[in-house]
């Protein structure tokens, strides 16, 4: 019935996912500060203005705009911007690698779950229950409707996930006699775990590992605080699953292949 759509489907869904990063860009800034999500609207935050309807197109807006407040000028971060376009991407990529099927479906609730979640963690090193805890119970519940996916494999895979890590964070306490991995990482592998299965958690690992001690690495020298700079290490983690779920299926299952022929 919508078979006439399809021609232009990764046009539609690329504005629905940056309609979700504009969302998406609520969520990150209001709830760390307990903020209703819904009212009020969106406003400046110099002059206090409501920023009306029609300047409040995700990513147009920014553009016709030049990133600035219609009524006073003030400049608005190019994150928002950013995060709109991040979503719309990866929307996109899940689209064209997954198409119509459920599997599609609960993989975009993921990406946006996992962009939101990895921006609170880079402003606040926050990875709220609110996303981790219904994240996982869609990833344990899809898994038991989906026909494309198996709820053992999910079930084993927020074992693997939550496990692996608290194991970790578990032996570095006993260790250093000091907390080292948030109990959101744990809690988000977890999540990651019930959604993608758990043959993804060691290239999720991998990837977050390189990711991290690359960037960590370049983020400490940067800082006057050296290797003592706090880093979260949620986005890494979200990174991994994101390759993994726009088109990293192939790269990731032949980097396990080499440690486990038999997969
Ligand atoms: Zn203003």
């Not at 979700?20 to 209703?36: A, C, D, H, Q, T």
């Not at 306490?173 to 958690?201: N, T």
Request: charged share 15%; with cysteine.
């Amino acid at each position: 019935m919508f078979e006439f759509l399809m021609p232009f489907s990764s046009y539609l869904i690329f504005i629905f996912g940056a309609m979700l990063g504009s969302f998406s860009n609520v969520v990150i800034f209001r709830w760390p500060r307990k903020e209703s999500i819904v009212f009020p609207g969106s406003r400046c935050p110099n002059c206090q203005h409501p920023i009306r309807f029609y300047d409040n197109i995700p990513l147009l807006s920014w553009f016709i705009l030049r990133g600035k407040c219609r009524d006073c000028g003030h400049k608005f971060s190019s994150r928002y911007a950013m995060v709109e376009l991040l979503m719309a991407v990866l929307f996109v990529l899940v689209w064209n690698t997954h198409g119509v099927s459920w599997t599609t479906l609960e993989y975009l609730i993921l990406v946006f779950g996992l962009v939101t979640a990895s921006f609170i963690d880079i402003d606040h090193f926050l990875l709220p229950d609110v996303l981790t805890f219904p994240g996982t119970l869609i990833g344990l519940v899809g898994a038991y409707f989906n026909p494309e996916r198996s709820f053992l494999d999910s079930l084993m895979g927020f074992l693997f996930g939550f496990g692996f890590l608290w194991v970790i964070a578990y032996f570095y306490q006993v260790w250093r006699k000091q907390e080292g991995m948030g109990g959101g990482d744990i809690k988000l592998l977890g999540w990651i775990g019930a959604v993608l299965g758990w043959k993804v958690i060691p290239f999720v690992i991998v990837v977050a590992s390189i990711f991290g001690s690359v960037l960590g690495l370049a983020l400490a020298k940067k800082s006057e605080r050296g290797l003592k700079t706090v880093i979260p290490f949620g986005p890494y983690l979200a990174l991994g699953s994101l390759i993994f779920v726009c088109g990293g299926e192939n790269l990731a299952f032949q980097y396990l292949r080499w440690f486990i022929p038999e997969l």
